[in-house]
């Protein structure tokens, strides 16, 4: 099945303790159906001092499922679901994401 949801998309957080967040997808981990989204979900992590890196208390992103996640639609923002049509004809045929809520594709 295609991605709804990729790498350096737009998203709102529908369920959830960051319920109503947003922020943009770091990651997608599709075999586990989850994403990173910068911002969202910070949990607290203990980091022993390395050569590269400081130790301490650090906050970084886990992962969010992606049914808790909503692409915001381009025009305003608001979650919305996402569909597909093809664009063009012949060998220049191809698949594109739209937003459901407004029409308007989210793949140029």
């Not at 130790?55 to 992962?63: F, L, M, Q």
């Amino acid at each position: 099945m295609a991605a709804k949801i990729r790498k350096g998309d737009k998203v709102v957080v529908v369920a959830g303790r960051d319920k109503g967040r947003s922020g943009e997808v770091i990651e997608v981990r599709p075999d586990e159906a989850r994403a990173f989204v910068r911002g969202v979900n910070l949990v607290k992590r203990h980091q022993k001092q390395s050569a590269q890196q400081e130790g301490g208390i650090i906050s970084k992103e886990a992962s969010v499922h992606l049914s808790n996640l909503a692409l915001a639609d381009p025009k305003d923002g608001k979650p919305t679901r996402i569909g597909f049509k093809f664009v063009g004809a012949g060998e220049n045929r191809r698949k594109v994401r739209v937003a459901r809520r407004s029409g308007v594709e989210i793949d140029g």
